[in-house]
T-cell receptor, first 118, second 111 residues
Framework: EAGVTQFPSHSVIEKGQTVTLRCDPI?????LYWYRRVMGKEIKFLLH????????ESGMPNNRFLAERTGGTYSTLKVQPAELEDSGVYFC????????????????FGPGTRLTVT | RKEVEQDPGPFNVPEGATVAFNCTYS??????FFWYRQDCRKEPKLLMS???SGNEDGRFTAQLNRASQYISLLIRDSKLSDSATYLC????????????FGRGTSLIVHP
């Protein structure tokens, strides 16, 4: 079974440009999460989709970030315009169950996209 | 105060040693607790969930102390392959069960 995939693996862009990250979750997983890890900091939650609906987007830094999950399959995270502080590793994760009480609560992470804004 | 705190280490131990990590959390409403393992420049992977009664998986034992608001991970008979960063993850109740990650504890097991 294929795991969570993310594209691209690396992206280097200039300040002010636009970048779109893509995540393909494990087939059949309704829950999709985006996270970001800034160098030297902990992994931070950005948002959570259940199918195509945004369940929680409280972690999105500002309105330069737009996430979509049309059709409830893959998701995209667009940063427009990119700023220097957006640099970091963006992880996507998917899970089958929403509540940790329903299952082990395991989230399967993708390999991440390393974004560098210069 | 950070929501989830971990000693960043590194913990430098010889093969065969026993090592323990602690993680404290600030939200008393936290409901679920996990240890993830992250190898260098790789994605986090679930190591084990932490149950109220404590649980063991081979050489790994996880404990939860709700009164003091901390969880622990004990690794016995350390292997070279155990070298990694161990992330403490705590999830609180709410609409989305948002996981909160610690910064991780680095473990280096040397021959």
């Amino acid at each position: 079974e294929a795991g969570v995939t993310q594209f691209p693996s690396h992206s280097v862009i200039e300040k002010g440009q636009t970048v779109t990250l893509r995540c393909d979750p494990i087939s059949g997983h309704d829950n999709l999460y985006w996270y970001r890890r800034v160098m030297g900091k902990e992994i931070k939650f950005l948002l959570h989709f259940v199918k195509e609906s945004k369940q929680d987007e409280s972690g999105m830094p500002n309105n330069r970030f737009l996430a979509e999950r049309t059709g409830g399959t893959y998701s995209t995270l667009k940063v427009q315009p990119a700023e220097l502080e957006d640099s970091g590793v963006y992880f996507c994760a998917s899970s089958q169950f929403m509540s940790p009480q329903e299952a082990e609560g395991e989230q399967y992470f993708g390999p991440g996209t390393r974004l560098t804004v210069t | 105060r950070k929501e989830v705190e971990q000693d960043p280490g590194p913990f430098n131990v010889p093969e065969g040693a026993t090592v323990a990590f602690n993680c404290t959390y600030s939200n008393s409403a936290s409901q679920s607790f996990f240890w993830y393992r992250q190898d260098c420049r790789k994605e986090p992977k679930l190591l084990m969930s932490v149950y109220s009664s404590g649980n063991e998986d081979g050489r790994f034992t996880a404990q939860l102390n709700r009164a003091s608001q901390y969880i622990s991970l004990l690794i016995r008979d350390s292997k070279l392959s155990d070298s990694a960063t161990y992330l403490c993850v705590v999830t609180a109740s709410g609409g989305s069960y948002i996981p909160t990650f610690g910064r991780g504890t680095s473990l280096i097991v040397h021959p």
